[in-house]
């Protein structure tokens, strides 16, 4: 069993709307991470927030929010995307902010299809 | 600057041979090194890490990994493959600066042919 829990695990939407992806652990991790992978390839980052706070966004599209209400949850609000946003979202944990030697933890992901 | 590299992108064996995946590495700084595997559908499980210490790290599942420092190497290997063990497997290491990063190896997929 996953210690880092995503919802939904799929997710189908238009480029219209606008839904929002959720992430939580409960190991008193104060690091967390988004990532998008394509099929047979690495996990690309995209944010990573430190305490509650935004410290990384990887040159990002605006129409990807991200949101940290406490420490144990973080959500990636979406709005307007593209066919090239469809892949596997998965988010990670890790002990310590900026730690080198911290392993993450991952979720199972949300694969999102965007029509 | 950091950099993983995965030397195969398939390792296809047979159920019960024994496998290695190789990952070479690149770094200016002090290194530490992870090895995750992906099960379909599934996110990233660690199965193993090194940090310091002894050079050969035992993980879960049955692998363990070494360390060689003067090959900037960390092969992952196993004894004995189950057909369970196919799945794609990903080298990293942690960046240079302070921020967490992981920098990938681009996968190896392991095939276990019964």
């Known amino acids: 069993d996953t210690e880092v829990t995503q919802t939904p695990k799929h997710l189908v939407m238009g480029m219209t709307n606008k839904k929002s992806l959720k992430c939580e652990q409960h190991m008193g991790h104060r690091a967390m991470y988004w990532y998008k992978q394509k099929a047979k390839k690495p996990p690309e980052l995209m944010f990573v927030?430190?305490?509650?706070?935004?410290?990384i966004n990887e040159s990002v599209p605006s129409r990807f929010s991200p949101e940290c209400p406490n420490s144990s949850l973080l959500n990636l609000h979406l709005h307007a995307l593209q066919p090239e946003d469809s892949a596997l979202y998965l988010c990670?944990?890790?002990?310590?902010?900026?730690?080198?030697?911290?392993?993450?933890?991952f979720g199972d992901g949300t694969r999102l299809s965007i029509l | 600057a950091q950099s993983v590299t995965q030397l195969d992108s398939q390792v296809p064996v047979f159920e019960e041979a024994p496998v290695e995946l190789r990952c070479n590495y690149s770094s200016s700084v002090s290194v530490y090194l992870f090895w995750y595997v992906q099960y379909p559908n599934q996110g990233l499980q660690l199965l193993l890490k090194?940090?310091?210490?002894?050079?050969l790290v035992k993980g879960i599942n049955g692998f363990e990994a070494e360390f060689n420092k003067s090959q900037t190497s960390f092969h992952l290997r196993k004894p004995s493959v189950h057909i369970s063990d196919t799945a794609e497997y990903f080298c990293?290491?942690?960046?240079?600066?302070?921020?967490?990063?992981?920098?990938f190896g681009q996968g190896t997929t392991l095939q276990v042919k019964p």
């Open positions: 990670a944990s890790s002990q310590v902010p900026g730690g080198r030697n911290q392993p993450q933890h």
């Open positions: 927030y430190s305490y509650e706070k935004l410290s």
């Open positions: 090194y940090l310091s210490g002894s050079t």
């Open positions: 990293a290491v942690t960046g240079s600066s302070n921020t967490g990063k992981l920098i």
